[in-house]
């Protein structure tokens, strides 16, 4: 059911951008009175919030082999805007279910010919902090990078973070976006995550 609202937002959102960049092409003149009124007054901070579905690569279910699944998720940001074109943040994501991931150290052979135990992590609702750097070719655009370190009651691990995201600015310094990242969990896991989140900018 999350998962298909989130398809659902996801679809929304880019008929609503649609729709507004066709209403900034048939009116020129406002457009650009509310790109000067946005780089008159440039906000430094932002929070944001997210809702995501996190997909695990090589988890374990009930003692079976290696496949993806897919979770539901959070996110919650804060970012400081150093310009138009570079922010730094500290991004973080929580995954709300517990899952086992297969252990980096087990060889596929093992695996496929039963030569072995297929070695499991253990992850109850982990919490990955990362620090991002994000550059915005385009207004519409930021790609980001960082690194930081995944909580979980088992056991820690350091995360390296790559992603996307997609904003669009609204009234009153609000803003829509939609967000892409993927972590890789050093000697563990990785993972792909996707969502749609509101922000304020001040």
């Known amino acids: 059911m999350l998962q298909r609202s989130i398809h659902l937002l996801f679809f929304l959102c880019i008929i609503h951008y649609g729709s507004l960049s066709a209403q900034e092409h048939t009116d020129q003149h406002s457009s650009s009175v509310n790109h000067d009124t946005h780089h008159g007054d440039h ?94 070719p385009i207004p519409y655009l930021g790609l980001l990078a960082g690194f930081g370190r995944e909580f979980s009651s088992h056991e820690d691990f350091t995360v390296i973070r790559f992603g996307i995201e997609a904003p669009y600015h609204l009234p009153k310094n609000w803003e829509l976006f939609g967000v892409l990242t993927y972590d890789i969990n050093i000697d563990a896991y990785q993972s792909l995550t996707y969502g749609i989140g509101i922000g304020k900018l001040f």
């Open 43 to 136: 906000k430094k901070h932002a929070i944001s919030a997210s809702i995501n579905h996190t997909m695990i690569f090589n988890a374990l279910k009930d003692g079976e082999n290696p496949a993806n699944i897919t979770l539901p998720s959070f996110g919650l940001n804060y970012t400081y805007l150093i310009n138009d074109k570079w922010s730094i943040g500290l991004h973080s994501d929580i995954i709300i279910e517990d899952f086992v991931v297969k252990e980096s150290s087990s060889t596929s052979s093992d695996d496929d010919h039963g030569g072995g135990e297929i070695k499991g992590i253990e992850r109850g609702t982990p919490i990955a902090s990362c620090i991002v750097a994000i550059y915005k």
